[in-house]
């Protein structure tokens, strides 16, 4: 860290974690009863409990000092404040205008945007409705059944995570479906499941550029011309863009493409038309409260004391552990089988905004940034890769995310789930001594030969960290809540980073030398000279199996 007060607060933290590290997890429990009552904090019926992590009261305050060093406050509100936070390409942040219900307007450039998005919002809205109705229907007059969203990276996984997540609020007889690879299976195996005459295709692309999503929606239409005829792509297909002029040249009606903004990042943006899918399927009420699930959480994430302000403590407890304790990668484990996506949504939303090593000023950054984040639905983890994360030699800090009810009938599996999951929190921080296993073995008659050779490798370590996210169900809003508590957590960290979390620019290389090998790959009869040996010999070796 080159900025001082940051890099003093921080070496206050690195002290101080001498400190907290002579006292196990469990002994702060003993020593204070009302630790968990203190080192929660609720939004509504949300809560977010982090006593499990090994740290104090004198923890969070150097994590404060370390957050007011960085002038998070101010850094916040210029966020907010529209203005231009996204300095290498030279944009505002906006997406939270697209969930603003506070009724005041928001500037970017001196304009208020609200008119604009509130308008583009009826309208996709009006359209999903109208599909949901039949008042829109196929070109031979059926009702449409399927929606497929065709869109990759920010243009797919919101709106893909969200609809597994909200399936129980989908309208009957609607299926969502979501194509994003460019291998052709991933088209292939959802087309063959479908009747053309039933299908709506939104094609989800902001630049309306990339290579994915064109090459799928051609697929698509192809498909859907050879069974129907061109005259029913008018019908049967939609778009999501800022680049109007470019789906106009795909065929596509103009009052059926719907627009966004420069100022909303691809993966910030399953608040605006990018979530039409979701609103197809879920319907405009379920789907303006998902957006009031978000806009909570920028009232809180904006008012509240940075002592009581969740996306702030969970920004900053990371901090903790990637800085302080040096913690390389960080779990995200939903109880909730309709979150399965959530962990893969929030690795791009964390390592595509957090993954980076260049300052604001572009100096080189001193200390570690994003961490890895990684993730599968409980319990299902717990049979897979939990061993690592009771026994492995890195500490992999862990969000568990649990509600209190289930969305469905039969309250037996909920009461196994949430043991499972508080369970899971309560293994990693109590672990299990030597002599604790010893005991268990002697109680169970091993000879003390067999208990020498068993013992050790029944030892839990303890004292792994884990917050826990409790909400009471999984409703549309409160999946707006859980998604912008992480949106503005990633913000939080990249403050402390001083890096900028809404670009991208690591994804563009490949992209290049794709363009680039592309021709080579399709056509054999192309000199390989002045490629590496690897990526010659690959091309090489595929001709060759090609025959
Ligand atoms: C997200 C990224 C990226 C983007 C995709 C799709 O923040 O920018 O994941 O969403 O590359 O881009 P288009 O929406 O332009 O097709």
Not at 82 to 107: D, P, Q
């Amino acid at each position: 860290m080159n900025r001082p007060q940051a890099a003093a607060a921080l070496a206050v933290l690195e002290a101080h974690r001498v400190e907290v590290a002579k006292k196990r997890t469990m002994d702060l429990f003993a020593e204070d009863p009302r630790r968990f009552q203190d080192f929660s904090a609720g939004l509504d019926d949300l809560l977010y409990d982090y006593s499990k992590n090994r740290l104090t009261r004198a923890t969070l305050h150097h994590l404060f000092d370390l957050a007011r060093a960085c002038q998070l406050e101010k850094r916040r509100d210029a966020l907010f404040g529209g203005e231009k936070v996204n300095v290498t390409e030279k944009r505002a942040a906006l997406h939270m205008a697209l969930r603003n219900f506070s009724g005041h307007a928001i500037h970017v450039d001196g304009k208020d945007v609200m008119p604009d998005v509130l308008a583009e919002r009826a309208k996709f809205l009006a359209f999903a409705e109208a599909i949901r109705s039949g008042r829109f229907a196929g070109a031979t007059g059926e009702r449409f059944t399927d929606v497929v969203n065709i869109g990759i990276g920010g243009s797919d996984l919101g709106p893909a995570m969200a609809a597994r997540a909200l399936s129980p609020y989908a309208a009957p007889g609607l299926r969502a479906h979501f194509v994003s690879n460019v291998d052709g299976s991933d088209i292939a195996d959802t087309l063959k499941q479908l009747d053309p005459a039933r299908t709506l295709f939104i094609v989800s692309s902001k630049t309306f550029t990339t290579q994915e999503t064109l090459k799928n929606a051609q697929s698509a239409r192809h498909w859907l011309v050879t069974a129907l005829g061109e005259a029913a792509v008018a019908s049967h297909f939609a778009a999501v863009s800022t680049r109007l002029d470019k789906v106009a040249a795909f065929g596509i009606l103009p009052d059926r493409v719907f627009g966004f903004w420069d100022w909303v990042g691809g993966r910030y943006s399953m608040w605006s038309a990018i979530g039409l899918s979701l609103a197809v399927l879920i319907g405009p009420n379920h789907f303006e409260d998902f957006l009031r699930g978000g806009f909570d959480v920028d009232e809180h994430f904006r008012t509240a004391p940075l002592a009581e302000n969740i996306p702030v403590l969970m920004g900053l407890i990371g901090v903790w552990h990637r800085n302080v304790w040096g913690f390389p990668a960080q779990a995200v484990i939903p109880y909730d089988q309709r979150l399965a996506r959530f962990p893969a949504y929030l690795q791009q939303l964390d390592m595509e905004s957090n993954g980076k090593g260049v300052q604001l000023n572009g100096d080189a950054v001193t200390q570690a940034t994003g961490p890895i984040i990684f993730g599968e639905p409980g319990t299902n983890g717990q049979h897979a890769f939990f061993q690592l994360l009771h026994q492995g030699t890195e500490t992999t800090p862990v969000d568990f995310i649990v509600a209190a009810e289930p969305n469905e009938a039969d309250p037996e599996h909920h009461v196994l789930l949430f043991a499972n999951c508080i369970a899971q929190s309560e293994a990693l921080m109590r672990g299990r001594s030597l002599e604790e296993v010893q005991e268990i073995l002697r109680a169970q008659g091993l000879s003390e030969a067999e208990i020498g050779a068993l013992a050790p490798h029944k030892v839990f370590s303890g004292d792994r960290p884990s917050s826990t996210l409790l909400y009471r169900k999984l409703t549309p809003r409160t999946l707006g809540r859980l998604v912008a508590l992480y949106e503005h957590k990633v913000f939080v960290q990249s403050v402390i980073w001083n890096i900028n979390p809404f670009d991208q620019w690591g994804v563009e290389l490949g992209k290049e030398l794709c363009n680039r090998l592309a021709p080579l790959v399709a056509d054999a009869s192309v000199d390989l000279a002045g490629l590496d040996g690897s990526t010659a010999g690959l091309i090489a070796a595929r001709r060759f199996l090609q025959g």
